[in-house]
């Protein structure tokens, strides 16, 4: 039977409130007593300030759950989309970098591993930071965003696992409800867990920060809402629960969590878990001619994923594998003719590197070149894609500039005819890479799956914040999107 994926996930971020340790503390406490791990993602600065205070004992029980990364500063501004806002790719990624590598180490020297996964502070989303989770070998992208979705499921984008956007699969206890709400967080969880079951299983995600038992509101909402950005000397600490309002609330949790954890069919799994559950059966795939040519029968007008074998290639990886193999047909000069294309079908190529999708967006110029000349392009995108690990923002023949869309359809369209004159009662001297191709409409509908509607309104950004340039930097990269299953 299926099983339902259940996350326990926590923001360990407040370094303001000595109290708030004491939080985490308990629900380490509770995660051991019930035998379940949960991933635990942990700011630099809290980490750092667990250890002035000598809390070696969190520190230590820590140890015992799974470990990812949440920033390094968390909420002192700037945070990461008020820096990146305006930022290229490459510098972006270069700036997340920078910025954030300092609490990155600081939990892989205290911890001995590398964090699982990693999760932007409040609403401070940005997809310059994928490229460097994959230089940190980060594999998984785990938090609560709605900048971008996919069935309300988990999905491969820039190549990392993204747990991120669930909408009626995310769901918690509100503890300051008390009995009342720990009742209908059941009751809620049940319907979310029978709706999975119908469809075959699938994917919970639950979170909390520790801080939310100590305090009555939040350490960064009282310091740094609205740009604010006071000096360290300044700041002040929330208002604090009382020890016993904490202790009833972490007790209420801990009926949750025994709850969820002892349901039919319910594993409750970590970041570090997603590696394998949701490994992407075809990273290390090996596709032949023909495994390529069925997947530029499935490309048209219409630009998106496609479902191959047991599992999916994102439009980026599509275009590689095609586009590598026209690239491979180019002969300079000489004929490319039935005997050499027949050749080329014992071909055997992988996805050596992950493949990005373009940062700028191109304006087409429609037109039509040589076969000769499109297959040399080809080859020239190859190049391009094997030293940048992304996609080319246009390609340009002569005077015709085509964007990566009208490319791959053109790129595709190619491959079909050519594999249909090979097969036809030609004489064998038929030369296959004669004649011209014309750039035709095309347009990635993955594009759409990413949201600029109300998604800057965390508290801690300036008023009236907005980042356009990370949406557009976050549609193009919808090249890489993909489900998962």
């Not at 055997?348 to 493949?355: D, E, F, T, V, Y």
């Not at 340009?396 to 009208?406: K, L, N």
């Not at 036809?424 to 035709?440: D, K």
Request: net charge negative; aromatic share 12%; with cysteine.
């Amino acid at each position: 039977m299926a099983d339902i994926h259940v996350f326990f996930w926590f923001d360990v971020e407040d370094y303001i409130t000595p109290e708030s340790d004491d939080a985490l503390q308990g629900i380490l406490t509770i995660f051991e007593t019930h035998k379940v791990r949960g991933t635990f993602k942990i700011v630099g600065e809290k980490l750092r300030a667990l250890k002035r205070r000598g809390r070696w004992d969190i520190i230590n029980a820590l140890r015992r759950q799974d470990i990812g990364y949440h920033t390094d500063y968390h909420s002192v501004h700037p945070t990461p989309a008020e820096y990146l806002k305006d930022l290229d790719w490459e510098e972006g990624a270069s700036e997340f970098e920078r910025r954030e590598r300092s609490g990155f180490e600081e939990i892989c020297e205290t911890f001995g591993t590398t964090p699982s996964c990693y999760g932007q502070p409040g609403s401070s989303w940005a997809p310059h930071v994928y490229p460097i989770l994959q230089k940190w070998n980060v594999p998984v992208y785990l938090d609560y965003a709605r900048h971008i979705r996919l069935h309300d499921e988990p999905f491969l984008y820039c190549g990392v696992m993204n747990i991120i956007n669930l909408q009626g699969s995310t769901t918690r206890f509100e503890h300051r409800k008390g009995e009342p709400g720990l009742s209908e967080a059941m009751n809620r969880f049940n319907e979310i867990r029978n709706r999975l079951m119908d469809a075959g299983g699938g994917t919970v995600s639950i979170y909390y920060h520790p801080c939310e038992f100590a305090t009555h509101e939040f350490w960064d909402a009282v310091n740094f809402a609205k740009g604010a950005n006071p000096d360290r000397s300044a700041w002040v600490q929330p208002r604090v629960k009382t020890r016993e309002k904490m202790e009833r609330e972490l007790s209420l949790l801990s009926e949750y969590v025994r709850y969820v954890s002892s349901q039919p069919n319910v594993r409750c799994v970590t970041a570090n878990d997603a590696r394998d559950i949701y490994a992407d059966p075809l990273r290390d795939g090996i596709f032949s001619f023909l495994d390529i040519l069925k997947l530029a029968n499935e490309i048209d007008e219409e630009i998106a994923y496609v479902r191959f074998d047991r599992g999916f290639l994102s439009p980026a990886e599509i275009f590689y594998l095609v586009v590598s193999l026209l690239g491979q047909l180019d002969a300079g000069e000489a004929k490319i003719d039935r005997p050499r294309l027949e050749a080329m079908k014992n071909v055997k190529m992988r996805l050596a590197h992950p493949i990005w999708g373009p940062i700028s967006r191109s304006v087409s110029h429609p037109g039509e070149c040589s076969v000769r000349q499109f297959l040399a392009a080809c080859g020239q995108a190859v190049n391009f894609m094997d030293s940048k690990w992304r996609m080319p923002d246009s390609i340009r023949i002569g005077d015709v500039v085509w964007t990566p869309a009208e490319f791959l359809r053109a790129a595709c369209s190619l491959l079909k005819n050519m594999n249909a004159g090979a097969s036809a009662t030609a004489p064998a001297s038929n030369e296959l890479s004669a004649g011209t191709i014309r750039s035709q409409k095309a347009r990635m509908t993955l594009e759409q799956n990413v949201n600029d509607a109300g998604v800057w309104d965390w508290v801690i950004f300036p008023e009236n914040f907005t980042a356009p340039r990370i949406i557009e930097l976050a549609r193009l990269q919808a090249w890489t999107l993909k489900p998962y299953r």
